[in-house]
């Protein structure tokens, strides 16, 4: 199984990106959809949840500007950002989970800046 991201890029302050994230080869029901993001010096966390049950859960930093979604049938989680903020730069990477394993995808930069 793999996850393959795509999306980021370069933006100015206030623009917006969407990230998408999909999985490809054999893999079971994923019960949880996520985004998470790592600045430089700082630590991995969690930016965007989403259940296959459909509960949401944001990190706050992004709450009301960020929106994940997905698609069962295709594998494939997405992540509009928008009113993006200079410290909204960072590597953000997708992470599926099913029952007993977890994946990640490769991640993908955004860099917002003026």
């Known amino acids: 199984v793999q996850l393959q991201a795509s999306g980021g890029g370069s933006v100015r302050p206030g623009g917006s990106l969407r990230l998408s994230c999909a999985a490809s080869?054999?893999?079971?029901?994923?019960?949880?959809m996520g985004w998470y993001r790592q600045a430089p010096g700082r630590e991995r966390e969690m930016v965007a949840l989403?259940?296959?049950?459909?509960?949401?859960n944001y990190g706050d930093s992004v709450k009301g500007r960020f929106t994940i979604s997905r698609d069962n049938a295709k594998n494939t989680v997405y992540l509009q950002m928008n009113s993006l903020k200079p410290e909204d730069t960072a590597v953000y990477y997708c992470?599926?989970?099913?029952?007993?394993?977890?994946?990640w995808g490769q991640g993908t930069l955004v860099t917002v800046s003026s």
């Open positions: 992470r599926f989970r099913t029952t007993g394993y977890a994946y």
């Open positions: 080869g054999n893999i079971d029901v994923i019960n949880v």
């Open positions: 989403h259940t296959k049950t459909g509960s949401t």
